[in-house]
């Protein structure tokens, strides 16, 4: 029992030793940029104002589609070919 928690726990820091190491990369890339964050708000406000019932299914849906847009200008995806 005692071997399961040590190899439990190493692998517990193994795990919380590569989130970090991820999390430091990306800030280093300048991955959580302030644009990126007043996105991220105006998304949480969105979904906020739609669980409570003050914002109706279209308007979140262009707010979402204005998101999107946003975001794809910022950080566009390229698919190979």
Avoid: C, K, N, W
């Avoid at 849906?61 to 204005?66: E, L, Y």
Wanted: charged share 30%; aromatic share 4%.
């Amino acid at each position: 029992m005692i071997a399961t928690m040590v190899v439990a726990g190493v692998l517990a820091a193994l795990y919380v030793m590569l989130i970090a190491r991820q999390l430091r990369s990306a800030r280093a890339e300048g991955g959580d940029s302030g644009r990126s964050r007043r996105l991220a708000d105006i998304e949480r406000e969105a979904v906020y104002r739609r669980m409570t019932g003050t914002l109706d299914r279209a308007e979140y849906r262009d707010t979402m589609a204005a998101i999107a847009a946003h975001d794809g200008i910022e950080r566009p995806v390229f698919v190979p070919e």
